[in-house]
């Protein structure tokens, strides 16, 4: 099944609660650029995953890496639709990855734009939030002035 979705696919999204085996990550690499792929780290609690040669988030991000994949989302699964503000093992987490040319993108509770501010002291590259902008935590103007990389001020 991987194998079609790849074929018609400008990106591919893999997340390691369905990922069984690294082998799906290689087969996927073969398929396309590395560069073309995003390997989605799904926590709730700890790591969701099947795949036996993965022990931890930080272990996840850090195998893929070495494999050639630079695209990743780190998605609290616990804390999507909470706006309860960012849970402490995606701050720990993103203290350790985002070092060095990757691309990051953390979804679940963000609550708002505090927790964005946040997130950019790390060079995160993309925040995966609907709730906060839905209830009106995170409003029109606030975007407006995250595109012009201005100072956030509300």
């Not at 085996?21 to 996927?28: C, D, F, Q, R, Y």
């Amino acid at each position: 099944m991987y194998k079609e979705i790849i074929d018609i696919s400008d990106y591919v999204i893999l997340g390691t609660e369905t990922i069984n085996s690294v082998k799906v990550v290689e087969e996927a690499i073969k398929k396309m650029r590395p560069d073309k792929l995003f390997v989605s780290i799904d926590i709730k609690v700890q790591l969701l995953t099947s795949c036996k040669e993965i022990k931890n988030p930080l272990d996840a991000v850090n195998l893929f890496r070495k494999m050639g994949i630079k695209n990743f989302i780190i998605l609290d699964l616990n804390s999507v639709g909470t706006m309860l503000g960012l849970s402490t093992p995606i701050k720990n987490l993103v203290r350790e990855v985002t070092t060095g040319n990757l691309y990051i993108a953390i979804g679940g509770g963000v609550k708002n734009m505090n927790d964005i501010d946040y997130l950019k002291k790390f060079n995160v590259n993309a925040v995966l939030t609907a709730t906060s902008l839905h209830k009106g935590n995170i409003i029109k103007r606030d975007i407006e002035l995250l595109k012009k990389n201005a100072q956030y001020t509300r």
